[in-house]
């Protein structure tokens, strides 16, 4: 299993950096994790829309922005006879329950589901609802969702294949009970918004140091840090972390990191 390193920093992309988006890759069949802003631009227009799927964690533009840029490339792509099929774009359900004032439970609708399920752009895309319940399969990759802790309908991804397993996080609030969902990950790709002294305000991200506790509970291989804020240097995320996961790392756009359980044996 490969994972191509799209897209790394949030709000806005800056220089060379991204906003998140991963593409994995095993046995010629591709998950898309995240479309940010930016994201797109280390797409291989040929080799990549081949068996080609994209996962959107959540309805906040920075992880969803270049949908419309992939839509555009499929119809363009289409026409040209570069592709045959529709691309599957599987996303959150855009309504979810809350409590309101009175503890009551009530529906709360989410516009951008909407924005862009019905877009009018042109695009050869089909767009199918998940939720934490579902489970999919793309090629021999077993794919898994975690509802988490974020201020819209967010999710956890989680991939298993005979090479290995990744986590990614998405965006979420510092939640003990994910470590379940990412237990024995081979690598964990975790959000890291904040670090140490900065004001998180709610609990909808993660200091840094809460991405290393949750990787040290989950007993997971390897943890990445994305998500982090792009004027500041991502080894400060790192070594927040490392004070209490070793095995913390940094990540660039295109670099690619490769999960093989026969080559650790």
């Keep these: 299993m490969e994972i191509k390193v799209l897209g790394t920093v949030a709000p806005i992309p800056s220089g060379d950096m991204n906003c998140p988006g991963f593409l994995v890759s095993h046995d010629d069949y591709r998950i898309m994790l995240d479309c940010g802003n930016g994201s797109t631009r280390l797409i291989d227009r040929y080799k990549d829309l081949k068996n080609l799927i994209i996962i ?24 040209y006879g570069y592709l045959d099929e529709r691309i599957n774009v599987y996303h959150p359900k855009g309504c979810e329950s809350k409590k309101d004032e009175k503890q009551i439970l009530v ?37 898994t969702f975690y ?11 989680r991939i298993e294949s005979d090479s290995g397993v990744l986590v990614y996080s998405g965006d979420t609030g510092y939640d003990e009970n994910i470590k379940e969902f990412a237990k ?9 918004t ?72």
């Design 56 to 79: 959107l964690s959540h309805f906040h533009p920075d992880h969803y922005a270049d949908i419309f840029a992939m839509g555009n490339l499929t119809y363009i792509q289409n026409k």
């Design 107 to 143: 529906p709360v609708l989410i516009p951008d589901h909407d924005f862009i399920k019905n877009t009018n752009h042109e695009h050869f895309l089909n767009f199918n609802d998940y939720s934490s319940v579902d489970n999919l399969t793309h090629g021999d990759m077993k794919i």
């Design 147 to 157: 509802k988490t802790l974020h201020g819209l309908n967010g999710h956890a991804v």
């Design 184 to 192: 024995n990950a081979d690598a964990f790709i975790c959000e890291a």
């Design 194 to 265: 904040f670090l140490r002294g900065q004001l998180k305000g709610e609990n909808t991200h993660l200091y840094a140091h809460e991405a290393g506790r949750l990787a040290s509970l989950a007993q997971v291989k390897d943890l990445y840090l994305f998500h982090t804020y792009p004027d500041f240097n991502k080894e400060d995320y790192v070594n927040e972390a490392k004070e209490i996961f070793p095995n913390t790392h940094s990540l660039r756009e295109g670099q690619i990191l490769t999960l093989n359980k026969e080559a650790n044996l």
